[in-house]
Every structure is written in C-alpha cells, then in structure tokens.
T-cell receptor, first 115, second 114 residues
C-alpha cells in the first residue's frame, strides 16, 4: 500500500515548455487534490476532483489544467510553464469530500523549477 | 470561509509538552478543526481532527473551547523529531456547493530543542 504517489519528484523546465505531473492513489479514495507550496508559505489549492469525472478550480487555477483519468489517477498539466510556477506541488486524496470528518492524505511532493 | 490564526513560531524543550494555539473565531457549526504538520520538504502529515469534543490519539490531544472559536494542539512529550510546521485548518464548505476543502495558512514553526 503506497498511499499517494507523485511523479516526477524533481523537474526543471524552460519557460514556455509544457509538462504533466502524475498522481496516483491506491486507497480507493473518491476525492483528489493538487496543491502548490511556495517558499515560506502554506499550501494553496490549485484544482480538485470530488469524484471520478469531475474537476473544479481551487484558489490558484490559472496556468494549469487537470484530468481525472480514472478513480486512481489525477494529473496536473502546465501548458506553457512560467517562472512564477516554480514551486513544490503536492497531490492529495481523501475518501469522500462531502463529509468534513474525512482525513486528507498527501504525497511526498514534486519540486518544479522553471527557468 | 472560516480562516485560522496561529503564531508564526514557538519553541519547546525536549520532553516537555508543546501547546500550539489556534484561533478560528468565524468557524461555523458543521466545520471540523484539523491539524497537520509538515516536516521540512515532506508532504503534510495528518495529526488529529475534531468537531467540538476534545480528542486524543497516539500522536496528540486536541482541546477545543466550548464556543469553538479556538483550539490547542498538545504534544505531551515533545521530541526533536516533532520539529515541524504545524497547520491548524478548518474544513470549509464552498458557497453553493456541498463539497469541503482544506485551506492552509502559514502555520506555526515549532522548534524542539535538546
């Protein structure tokens, strides 16, 4: 049982390049999330998916797209990377978002640098 | 959405209790208080959560005031490995939606010293 797995762990991109961050969870959770964390800051929600087939914007969605490929996988795409997107990205999942008593589990993070 | 206020930093001697406060004065009746921590560069780790009663697990205790406007996370016997940023979070519901999300602030940097 690996929990939440993110790939790649480290990536350097040039401005304007595109890339996709992959996330998979093996806990049969319905809800999945993508957060970013800038140096010295808390986590900010980019996008989330309450269930397979649905996605919604979070606090900072501009410059990103997401795909909930199936129940296990939730990918985050940067179509044209910008230096402002240099950050650590965390994927997370929870059993059911509708009920506030559920715990959210996080992956170990993906370090992205845009030069 | 209910937001939280935490001191930016605290320190604690190893073996002593660490008491981390959090204010959430705009919390509504159906919102939970969650605590997570983040050890340097790792993914946030769940600690504990509660609605209105005090809670305890193998990691910590959570004390929520009767009016629910503040809470305290207690690490009963802090160790050096407890040095981390601790986040107090209220699980909010979006306007027009029944779905809840976690809103993270900057948290409290707890430093445990020998």
């Amino acid at each position: 049982n690996a929990g939440v797995t993110q790939t790649p762990k480290f990536q350097v991109l040039k401005t304007g390049q595109s890339m996709t961050l992959q996330c998979a969870q093996d806990m049969n959770h319905n809800s999945m999330y993508w957060y970013r964390q800038d140096p010295g800051m808390g986590l900010r929600l980019i996008y989330y998916s309450a269930s397979e087939g649905t996605t919604d914007k979070g606090e900072v969605p501009n410059g990103y797209n997401v795909s909930r490929l199936n129940k296990r996988e939730f990918s985050l795409r940067l179509e044209s990377a910008a230096p402002s997107q240099t950050s650590v990205y965390f994927c997370a999942s929870s059993p059911e978002q509708r009920y506030s008593g559920n715990t959210i589990y996080f992956g170990e993070g993906s370090w992205l640098t845009v030069v | 959405d209910a937001k939280t206020t935490q001191p930016p930093s605290m320190d604690c001697a190893e073996g002593r209790a660490a008491n981390l406060p959090c204010n959430h004065s705009t919390i509504s009746g159906n919102e939970y208080v969650y605590w997570y921590r983040q050890i340097h560069s790792q993914g946030p780790q769940y600690i504990i959560h509660g609605l209105k009663n005090n809670e305890t697990n193998e990691m910590a205790s959570l004390i929520i005031t009767e009016d629910r406007k503040s809470s305290t996370l207690i690490l009963p016997h802090a160790t050096l490995r407890d040095t981390a940023v601790y986040y107090c979070i209220v699980r909010s519901r979006d306007r027009g939606s029944t779905l809840g999300r976690l809103y993270f602030g900057r948290g409290t940097q707890l430093t445990v010293w020998p």
